[in-house]
């Protein structure tokens, strides 16, 4: 069974940064391309960043230059780099994996992300 979980969530001030991470098991990770979305309450989920299984990265044009994405293949794990976060950053977080070979799609559960002074 493939497993997507999100750590790293919190409530942090205007200006902070904080680091999510999504740990999968259950799957090839190094097949899948990993990626990151919000959802704030009220608006739709969008796609906050994604890496590639060759490492190409594409960017949410509302996080460009503050936010990384980043995956580790030996510890099966993807990363976001959050800095300079402001209000309009707070959401719900949630990883996803699309397996590049079977086309099938996991969902973490989700992490809040709070930004607020």
């Known amino acids: 069974q493939v497993q997507l979980v999100e750590s790293g969530g919190g409530l942090v001030q205007p200006g902070g940064s904080l680091r999510l991470s999504c740990a999968t098991s259950?799957?090839?990770?190094?097949?899948?391309?990993m990626g990151w979305y919000r959802q704030a309450p009220g608006k739709e989920r969008e796609e906050v960043a994604h890496?590639?299984?060759?490492?190409?990265?594409e960017y949410g044009d509302s996080v460009k230059g503050r936010f990384t994405i980043s995956r580790d293949n030996a510890k099966d794990t993807v990363y976001l780099q959050m800095n300079s976060l402001k209000p309009d950053d707070t959401a719900a977080y949630y990883c996803n994996a699309w397996n590049t070979l079977t086309g099938q799609d996991y969902w973490g559960q989700g992490t809040q992300v709070t930004v607020s002074s």
């Open positions: 259950g799957t090839s990770f190094s097949v899948h391309r």
């Open positions: 890496i590639t299984t060759y490492g190409f990265i």
